[in-house]
């Protein structure tokens, strides 16, 4: 079973920056798609950008330009660098994964990691 361990959130001024980390540990072999979700607070839960094992990325109309996803493919890991943070990107992140491979079987269900608050203010 895998486990997402993220790390990186806090407090940061309007205009800031923040780095995300995740990584999926256990005993697999490879994760398709590895995704940044967030959740503020009273609103649903919402995509914010998501990367696959091919390369493809894809990010929030909310985000485009701001923000950039990066995955090491070997080390099952993720990070979110997130620039020129806004007030209204205070949510809980969350890493996600989706479709792993193990050495015997494959999960297509979805696993998240515990989820770290990002709080942007002055």
């Known amino acids: 079973q895998v486990q997402l361990v993220e790390s990186g959130g806090g407090l940061v001024q309007p205009g800031g920056s923040l780095i995300l980390s995740c990584a999926a540990t256990?005993?697999?072999?490879?994760?398709?798609?590895m995704n940044w979700y967030r959740q503020a607070p009273g609103k649903e839960r919402e995509l914010v950008t998501s990367?696959?094992?091919?390369?493809?990325?894809n990010y929030a109309d909310s985000v485009k330009g701001r923000f950039i996803i990066s995955r090491d493919i070997v080390r099952n890991t993720v990070a979110l660098q997130m620039n020129s943070l806004k007030a209204e990107d205070t949510a809980v992140y969350y890493c996600?994964?989706?479709?792993?491979?193990?050495?015997?079987?494959?999960?297509?269900?979805?696993?998240w990691g515990q989820g770290t608050q990002v709080t942007v203010s002055s």
């Open positions: 990367s696959s094992r091919g390369g493809t990325t």
């Open positions: 996600n994964a989706r479709g792993i491979t193990y050495y015997s079987s494959f999960d297509r269900s979805d696993h």
């Open positions: 256990g005993r697999l072999i490879s994760i398709d798609n």
